[in-house]
């Protein structure tokens, strides 16, 4: 049996917020010595010893150190954290400290909340991307429904992206292993003029699948993927930043259990066993899905003493295509065992 989907996403989205900067002193002098990470999970920069929230934090380093490239990777470093990942993006599940939300209808509102630069994506498809040129990764468990609305009831992936440096950098990246995996990026930032800066960063990525198909050899597991994301800051006074984000990503990839349903006299049921290091499958219908995710940010920071003024507005349109053979199996929907396990003949309506 196979289903084929595609489902298209557009918001448009503005808030404007305050917040108050507290700057401890109490403790300054002891934590001196120590490397101070400064998170954002109350909405305003704070160190991560000051914020009252279960929070772990992935800095710029741990990607690279840890080989952390998808989004669905921040479970291995982080605890409480469960992502299960289904044959597209919509079939995947966000969990928090077990709870979670998983359902068949993409209209269904997620329990974790995941926000990029501080706009929530409108949907946890979104989210399964790769990550690139990253400032950290806030993981915050738990309850987040005061700072982060309803969809934050079982806590909040908070995303930063790198902003535009001082100084002119560059940074170009190369990978390539031996299954076949071949991934480029580059990065460059810098000033424009006194007041405005820059950063731009690409990607490209071309992995073999893993999986055989043994219905007609195929691979499946590959991905074909790239994406441009653009930021701006502008110094628009002493007290006033603004901000201008543009990222758009395409990917292409398929996924498939390794474990399927067939019948006792089926051809290929000696191909495949229920194994763990099973990676065959026998799939009769193309499988994998197109996904495509654009969004424009523009943000407004306003300093009025020991409060900011912060407004946000954004666009986001995400579109998927997927053909998924639902049955896992080379044989109708008839002859499959779990399906149809009465063997009933199948009619036409």
């Not at 772990?56 to 291995?76: C, G, H, M």
């Not at 597209?88 to 630069?117: C, K, L, N, W």
């Not at 800066?197 to 007609?216: E, K, Q, V």
């Not at 044989?331 to 779990?338: L, W």
Request: hydrophobic share 40%; aromatic share 6%; proline share 5%.
């Amino acid at each position: 049996m196979i289903a084929t989907n595609r489902f298209a996403a557009t918001t448009f989205s503005s808030a404007l917020a305050a917040s108050i900067a507290v700057v401890p002193n109490a403790v300054a002098q002891q934590r001196a010595a120590l490397e101070e990470i400064v998170v954002t999970a109350q909405k305003r920069e704070q160190s991560m010893q000051d914020v009252p929230v279960a929070i772990s934090v992935l800095d710029a380093n741990t990607p690279e150190n840890q080989d952390i490239k998808n989004f669905e990777d921040v479970a291995r470093v982080s605890p409480s954290l469960t992502i299960e990942t289904g044959d597209e993006p919509s079939d995947s599940a966000i969990r928090m400290r077990g709870i979670g939300t998983a359902a068949f209808s993409i209209a269904a509102e997620p329990s974790v909340s995941v926000t990029v630069d501080g706009v929530p994506l409108m949907v946890s498809a979104q989210a399964f991307s790769n990550l690139e040129d990253i400032a950290r990764v806030e993981v915050l468990k738990g309850p987040q429904g005061t700072l982060f609305g309803k969809n934050a009831s079982a806590g909040v992936i908070s995303i930063v992206t790198q902003d535009p440096s001082d100084e002119f950098t560059t940074s170009i990246g190369l990978r390539a292993t031996d299954d076949d995996e071949l991934k480029a990026s580059i990065s460059l930032s810098g000033p424009l003029a006194e007041t405005l800066g820059f950063r731009l960063n690409a990607y490209s990525i071309d992995r073999d699948g893993y999986i055989t198909n043994a219905y007609n050899g195929s691979d499946i597991g590959g991905e074909k993927s790239h994406g441009v994301r653009a930021k701006m800051r502008w110094q628009a006074g002493d007290n006033t930043d603004v901000n201008v984000i543009l990222d758009t990503a395409s990917r292409e990839a398929s996924a498939a259990q390794p474990y399927i349903a067939l019948p006792a006299n089926d051809p290929g049921r000696k191909l495949i066993s229920s194994k763990a290091e099973n990676l065959t499958v026998q799939l009769d219908s193309p499988q994998g899905y197109e996904t495509q995710n654009d969004m424009a940010v523009f943000k407004i920071d306003h300093d009025i003493g020991d409060l900011t003024l912060s407004s946000i507005s954004s666009y986001q349109r995400f579109t998927q295509d997927d053909v998924v053979d639902t049955d896992n199996s080379s044989e109708p929907v008839a002859q499959n065992p779990f399906l149809n396990p009465t063997g009933a003949e199948y009619r036409a309506a």
